[in-house]
């Protein structure tokens, strides 16, 4: 991953959101911690990596995310970490 830049979306509201399209570069590592990823399709992008206990995405979300080739690591909802911090990890 040299060279290369993690994006972590997080769940929660992003007010502003058209910014975050002209920040990605596209050689960039795209990380959606859980409901992260309804961010990142609004924006018409798809993560590399879907970690979390995926308690806030749709089963249609993660099909199409993983159909696009996002890797999926789904945790138990019974954790010591949040799903972000499982992002940054």
């Keep these: 991953m040299a060279g290369k830049r993690a994006v972590v979306f997080a769940n929660g509201e992003m007010s502003t959101p058209g910014w975050v399209s002209e920040?990605?570069?596209l050689n960039d590592v795209l990380i959606a911690?859980?409901?992260?990823?309804?961010?990142a399709l609004a924006l018409g992008l798809?993560?590399?990596f879907l970690v979390g206990d995926l308690d806030?995405?749709?089963p249609q979300q993660m099909q199409e995310?993983?159909?696009k080739g996002c890797q999926v690591e789904r945790y138990p909802?019974?954790?010591?970490?949040?799903?972000?911090?499982?992002?940054l990890l």
């Design 56 to 58: 806030s995405v749709t």
């Design 77 to 87: 909802e019974e954790k010591d970490q949040t799903d972000l911090e499982i992002a």
């Design 46 to 48: 798809n993560p590399n």
């Design 23 to 25: 920040f990605i570069h």
């Design 65 to 67: 995310a993983a159909a």
């Design 33 to 39: 911690a859980d409901g992260g990823l309804n961010h």
